[in-house]
């Protein structure tokens, strides 16, 4: 459990980090393995998120570390943290700059899902007005370096929505039908409230 809900526990000696790359977003099951059985699995049971938008993107050439890559991020600290703790944003900025530079100057196209595109959207405000994104240009810098960002199912309403949805069911949203059955889920429902 992280101390004051975003330090590493025990002063330092125990740190759990984000997958980096294509596995960090792709999966959100933790596995080694990269076998097709594994992955059909995970689609299977609705964890492998953004496996068809990676899938299809490999189809038409594109490449991981080449022109694509994943930034996983440690969704149990708070956005605003992530930069102090660990130097995420300054890391991303840097591997930004790189993707840019490495595919001649083409700006890039942020693809997120669910709580990413609230981290991304943190991430863009902080290059524009932090000292250390400002320093690298804020504002100009967005404009050199991202084309456009396409948030899947990011939570941009934020609980209120979320709250309707777990009172309500909104019949078939998210992986609830996946998990259980409508009457299942009704039954949940009546027994938290």
């Not at 694509?68 to 991303?92: K, M, N, Q, V």
Request: hydrophobic content about 35%; proline content about 5%.
């Amino acid at each position: 459990q992280l101390s004051d809900g975003w330090k590493d526990p025990l002063e330092g000696e125990v740190k759990v980090r984000a997958k980096q790359g294509l596995q960090a977003m792709e999966y959100l099951w933790a596995e080694k393995s990269k076998s097709r059985s594994f992955k059909k699995r995970m689609e299977g049971l609705g964890l492998g998120l953004m496996i068809p938008v990676t899938k299809h993107l490999r189809a038409m050439g594109y490449e991981e570390g080449k022109n694509i890559r994943g930034y996983g991020y440690d969704w149990r600290a708070p956005c605003t943290r992530l930069e102090e703790r660990d130097g995420h944003f300054s890391r991303i900025m840097e591997d930004m700059e790189d993707l840019v530079e490495t595919n001649d100057g083409k700006r890039i196209v942020v693809i997120t899902h669910s709580l990413g595109g609230v981290c991304a959207h943190y991430f863009f405000h902080w290059v524009a007005r932090s000292p250390e994104g400002q320093a690298r240009g804020g504002v100009k810098w967005l404009a050199k370096h991202i084309q456009s960002f396409v948030p899947i199912a990011c939570p941009s309403l934020g609980t209120p929505y979320g709250s309707h949805t777990y009172l309500t069911g909104d019949e078939g949203q998210g992986l609830a039908p996946l998990v259980m059955s409508y009457p299942d889920r009704h039954l949940v429902i009546r027994s938290w409230l």
